[in-house]
């Protein structure tokens, strides 16, 4: 099964409403989570950091208060997209790095399948 | 500091073909060197990475690519494209300094012609 998985992998919201897309890392303890956002035919954005037990950090021009990341548990992350508008539409993608010695020892980053988010 | 760039936006090989898609590094420090292929509408598929072990890195469906520190660059082959190979494919560079974060290049779109 997949190392990191993310729920739901589709969503359809009506603008004004917020979405929260889930993230977990299946089989290890992911103390840092990253969540990206990809525009059609762009690469990835990263969007901020999520450490486990403490806030998160945002990268410049990401909109704290709109993108509410939640980091709970070393397994799971959440990303709540407040008040959503039709720009907010696009490809949530998350990533975990594990603990060191069992997962993500190089920093290498295990990706979840991603969550298309469209705002109608 | 650390940045990447895919030298290509777009190329094009006929099926049975090499492939190659070029990417250059900078980094203030030693990189671990990934990429990924990501196809239409998918998320993001591992297939290779460099972490300062051999520099010649083998990965899954007959990639490869090679670490030239003297180059900066770890540029990605196969000897011969599949048409299952269209997709888009990112360099990625990280640091351990930097906690881990990674940066993508823009991405190359390869097609494969029949």
């Known amino acids: 099964g997949a190392v990191v998985s993310q729920h739901p992998s589709r969503v359809i919201c009506k603008s004004g409403t917020s979405v929260k897309i889930e993230c977990r890392s299946l089989d290890f303890q992911a103390t840092t989570m990253f969540w990206y956002r990809q525009f059609p035919k762009q690469s990835l954005m990263l969007m901020a950091t999520s450490n486990e037990g403490s806030k998160a950090t945002y990268e410049q021009g990401v909109e704290k208060d709109k993108f509410l990341i939640n980091h709970a548990s070393l397994t799971l992350s959440t990303l709540t997209v407040t008040s959503a508008h039709p720009e907010d539409s696009s490809f949530y993608i998350c990533?975990?790095?594990?603990?060191?010695?069992?997962?993500?020892?190089?920093?290498?980053?295990?990706f979840g399948p991603g969550t298309r988010l469209t705002v109608t | 500091a650390q940045s990447v760039t895919q030298l290509d936006s777009h190329v094009s090989v006929s099926e049975g073909t090499p492939v190659l898609l070029r990417c250059n590094y900078s980094s203030s420090y030693s990189p671990s060197l990934f990429w990924y292929v990501q196809h239409p509408n998918k998320g993001l598929q591992l297939l290779l990475k460099y972490t300062s072990a051999a520099t010649l890195v083998k990965g899954i469906n007959g990639f490869e690519a090679e670490f030239k520190k003297s180059e900066t660059s770890f540029h990605l082959t196969k000897p011969s494209a599949h048409m299952s190979d269209a997709a888009e494919y990112f360099c990625?560079?990280?640091?351990?300094?930097?906690?881990?974060?990674?940066?993508f290049g823009d991405g190359t779109t390869l097609t494969v012609k029949p």
């Open positions: 990625v560079v990280s640091v351990s300094t930097n906690a881990g974060k990674s940066t």
């Open positions: 990533s975990a790095i594990g603990i060191s010695g069992r997962r993500g020892s190089s920093y290498e980053q295990y």
